[in-house]
Antibody, heavy 121, light 114 residues
């Protein structure tokens, strides 16, 4: 069974940093692109970042470029999101999602339960 | 970026009746070389993560009940629930995966029981 379990969320002040983790199991982690998608309270879904199987390609939504860094450790079946210079508008539930099920890039076929990041003074 | 616009924002339907949700993209998501529409639908129940329902605009994900169907091409798409069940109460999102890597979602449609 595919499982994605996020951790690392919490309350942080504006300008602060946080590192999210996503532990993957039940599939060959190193064979898939992985994404982070966020959802502000009561709002819709926003794709944040994605990383290629070997970590050689990384992409970000414009609003987080230069502040967030996505990475992965295939030996540990883990995905990460380092978030720096956090802003109030980064407050959201952050989901880890597997991309490319069936070889379809962009299709998010499994999601974790999410971890809440609150940026507030 | 391709902008996805759903309608309506919310919808109330009686149990057993048909529910229809629309999604319009600002650019065509039909890839001419394979004649596939790069459009997916997700269901998000309260307190849960999104769940993939449909991809290629009309292909149901494994395990999704056949009362869910997707249709449309190019820029206009529809998600239909043929006979609404209580467990279908959720927010539904469309997503385009044509424009990589900047995938975009619609704003969501909240489906409730009338």
């Amino acid at each position: 069974e595919v499982q994605l379990v996020e951790s690392g969320g919490g309350l942080v002040q504006p300008g602060g940093s946080l590192r999210l983790s996503c532990a993957a199991s039940g599939f060959t982690f190193s064979s898939y692109w992985m994404s982070w998608v966020r959802q502000a309270p009561g709002k819709g879904l926003e794709w944040v970042a994605k990383i290629k199987q070997d970590g050689s390609e990384k992409y970000y939504v414009d609003s987080v470029k230069g502040r967030f860094t996505i990475s992965r450790d295939n030996a540990k079946n883990s995905l990460y999101l380092q978030m720096n210079s956090l802003r109030v508008e980064d407050t959201a539930v952050y989901y880890c999602a597997r991309e490319g099920g069936g070889g379809i890039l962009g299709l998010l076929d499994y999601w974790g339960q999410g971890t809440l990041v609150t940026v507030s003074s | 970026d391709i902008v996805m616009t759903q309608s309506p924002d919310s919808l109330a339907v009686s149990l057993g009746e048909r529910a229809t949700i629309n999604c319009k993209s600002s650019l065509s998501v039909l890839y001419s070389s394979n004649n596939k529409n790069y459009l997916a639908w997700y269901q998000q129940k309260p307190g849960q993560p999104p769940k993939l329902l449909i991809y290629w605009a009309s292909t149901r994900e494994s395990g999704v009940p056949d009362r869910f169907s997707g249709s449309g091409s190019g820029t206009d798409f529809t998600l239909t629930i043929s006979s609404l069940q209580a467990e279908d109460v959720a927010v539904y999102y469309c997503q385009q995966y044509y424009s990589t890597p900047q995938y975009t979602f619609g704003q969501g449609t909240k489906l409730e029981i009338k």
